[in-house]
């Protein structure tokens, strides 16, 4: 039961009618038209604005952090439910903004890695997105700023303003410009209900392809000479004595001057967000529209982006619904999951996901994330984690995992990460609870991939060559233990929150590394993971094989 619906918007009109009771028709047909309008505007006046940023965190108030000065992020906090314990599927800026838009994670929908230039990875032709669906329902969709997916069938936006037609810089960046589009789309002289999807591409670096900006294009529009001029961005800088160090980042003066840089972008972004939210009041939107915040990928410093550790999984977001002001400013704790954000829009639009089937035909699409919305409720703003989706019975657990006694104790959210870039292949699979997190390093015998972007940054940098030079390098890891991990990393959260200990191997941890394990294995399967069977075996699906598919042992040692 969807606890916010407005109607049925099907009006079925009284067709039988005398002519000598034309008054009591011409009267019955004006209450239809009326009822109609009144329905039509009902169903009209839902809208949703998602805005999602380039690699940021939780840099902001509601997240802890008073040292970064995001006041219209704290702003659009006060009237949301903040998401404190939210996460990404995928720690890298295609897929995961695949799995946003499709609510199918990155090995299902098909984008392995980074869709752009040389990449060129694509989700699959007969997956189906956000824009196509809500489309079909006749909702209007828009895209402005960095959309990083294709192909345009399975992504198509009615209004569409992006790094492929326009720079980067100035759809992603440039917030007057993005505040222009978004103008546009909202000034369209239309009154179907619409999706806008805000793309901002802050606060990525920058130091790889644009490296005269600033390691982050803090620069970049900031008034000085060369950098051109932003009207509408009153840049916040930061002294690199002052910025918040995480856990996961070297606190050495390179780490810092990097952090400092990122804050200053982090207020383009910040002053971004707040004119969405003002040109959403000014288009008489704000009380008809889900606005829905959120990053696409951790940050990117070590063990964040492209990681599947808390630092490159955890999320800020922040969803606020104008139907559910009075629980604004609560926080949940529920886990939340990017793969939650296509049932939500979708609830919130009243549009059902469509019956199909993927991958040749051969598989029914079915999303595993649940809608956010009955989590806004006010009262409820720790209404407890929904029930597993995932009803996982032994005869489902194929060869490996036959003895293994299910626990099923806590909720989960689920990752699976294939590639960055084209080179990057390191594909893992993860399970995180509330008290514990499972990483499946298949490719556990290569070292960890290092991305072109992270590589030339002052913090990685820093970590090389403190290392090459045996310098004291305060860090929570070594570069070797960065590069080389075990097939099998299991993290008890209550403990270890900083995930610093792998307790996969210690006798006490075995039943919820069985348990854990085998509800990976079960969520592979639901969501026809051609990483199934890796790195002992090899999957057979299709041939004698297409009923009951099975893994085949290699005898290579894994
Ligand atoms: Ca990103």
Redesign the pocket.
């Known amino acids: 039961m969807l606890p916010y619906r407005f109607g049925n918007s099907r009006f079925i009109p009284h067709n039988r009618y005398k002519t000598h009771l034309e008054v009591t028709m011409m009267t019955t047909m004006m209450k239809v038209m009326v009822t109609m309008v009144m329905v039509t505007r009902m169903v009209m006046s839902r809208n949703v604005l998602m805005m999602v940023s380039?690699?940021a965190g939780l840099e902001m108030k509601a997240y802890g952090n008073t040292v970064c000065k995001t006041p219209h992020l704290d702003e659009l906090a006060k009237r949301s439910t903040v998401f404190t314990r939210a996460f990404t599927s995928v720690s890298?800026?295609s897929p995961?903004r695949s799995a946003i838009l499709t609510g199918l994670p990155t090995h299902q929908n098909g984008m392995y890695g980074l869709h752009q230039g040389y990449h060129h990875f694509n989700s699959f032709d007969d997956v189906r997105s956000l824009p196509g669906i809500v489309a079909a329902a006749g909702v209007r969709t828009g895209l402005v700023g960095k959309k990083h997916v294709g192909p345009d069938s399975v992504y198509p936006f009615d209004f569409a303003h992006t790094e492929e037609t326009e720079s980067i810089m100035q759809v992603g960046r440039n917030i007057t410009r993005i505040r222009q589009l978004v103008r546009q789309f909202l000034d369209t002289n239309n009154t179907r209900p619409f999706f806008l999807y805000v793309g901002f591409h802050d606060p990525?670096r920058c130091g790889h392809t644009h490296p005269e900006y600033g390691q982050f294009c803090e620069k970049f529009g900031n008034g000085e000479p060369g950098m051109g001029t932003i009207p509408d961005w009153h840049p916040v800088t930061y002294d690199p004595a002052q910025v918040v160090v995480p856990y996961f980042v070297q606190d050495t003066p390179a780490a810092r001057e990097d952090l400092a840089a990122q804050y200053t972008t982090l207020s383009r972004l910040d002053q971004g967000v707040g004119l969405m939210m003002a040109e959403l009041a000014s288009a008489g939107h704000l009380n008809d529209t889900l606005v829905v915040y959120t990053?696409?990928?951790g940050i990117p410093f070590p063990a964040g982006?492209t990681n599947l550790y808390d630092p490159g999984l955890v999320e800020p977001l922040l969803v606020s619904s104008p139907q559910h002001s009075a629980s604004w400013g609560n926080t949940s704790t529920i886990l939340a999951s990017h793969l939650d954000l296509t049932p939500t829009v979708l609830e919130w639009l009243q549009v059902s996901y469509p019956n199909y089937t993927i991958i040749n035909k051969r598989q029914p699409a079915v999303l595993t994330g649940k809608s956010l919305l009955p989590y806004l409720d006010h009262g409820q703003p720790d209404a407890g984690d929904p029930k597993p989706s995932l009803d996982v019975s032994k005869q489902e657990l194929g060869v490996w995992l036959q003895d293994v006694g299910i626990i099923r104790s806590e909720p989960a959210v689920y990752a699976s990460h294939d590639l960055h870039e084209v080179t990057m292949y390191y594909p893992m699979r993860a399970i995180r609870t509330p008290s514990y997190k499972l990483i499946h390093n298949l490719n556990y015998k290569m070292p960890f991939p290092i991305d072109q972007d992270f590589y030339l940054s002052p913090v990685f940098q820093d970590i090389l060559n403190r290392t090459r030079a045996s310098l004291p390098l305060p860090w929570y890891k070594t570069l070797r233990n960065y590069y080389y991990r075990d097939e099998w990393e299991l993290y008890d959260l209550h403990f270890d929150p900083d995930e610093k200990f792998n307790v996969a191997h210690k006798g006490r941890y075995q039943d919820v590394l069985g348990e854990l394990r085998a509800r990976l294995w079960a969520w592979q399967n639901q969501t026809y993971d051609p990483w199934l069977c890796g790195p002992g075996a090899v999957l057979q699906d299709s041939g004698s094989y297409a009923t009951h598919h099975a893994c085949l042992p290699l005898y290579n040692g894994l």
């Open positions: 380039d690699d890298s800026c995961s990525h990053s696409d990928n982006r």
